[in-house]
């Protein structure tokens, strides 16, 4: 694993606020097939941030991969909401916090 990881911020679209339950369980379903694939390391919701709604830190390989995983989200698929994916280059003591 490289010592990147791909942030996907998830954007409250102009229909956000018509989400019903069956799409919350589509999602979460996602964020658990996600997780048991080894493709997530930490995700959630904000609170009082207004627009975004929250966000997940991919483990992938590539930019690619983290790309499609975000483009495969049920809130963005089905047009509930918009993301946007940066990189996140992390800094550890194994890399010397990137000195």
Do not use: W
Request: with cysteine.
């Amino acid at each position: 694993m490289s010592d990147k990881r791909y942030v996907m911020f998830i954007e409250r679209g102009k229909t956000y606020n018509k989400i019903t339950m069956e799409v919350i369980t589509r999602h979460v379903d996602n964020m658990r097939a996600l997780d048991e694939a080894g493709k997530i390391e930490l995700g959630g919701p904000f609170k009082g941030f207004p627009g975004v709604a929250g966000m997940f830190i991919f483990k992938t390989e590539t930019r690619e991969e983290a790309e499609a995983l975000c483009k495969q989200e049920p809130l963005v698929a089905e047009g509930y909401a918009t993301y946007k994916l940066r990189d996140l280059e992390l800094a550890t003591k194994e890399n010397n916090y990137l000195l």
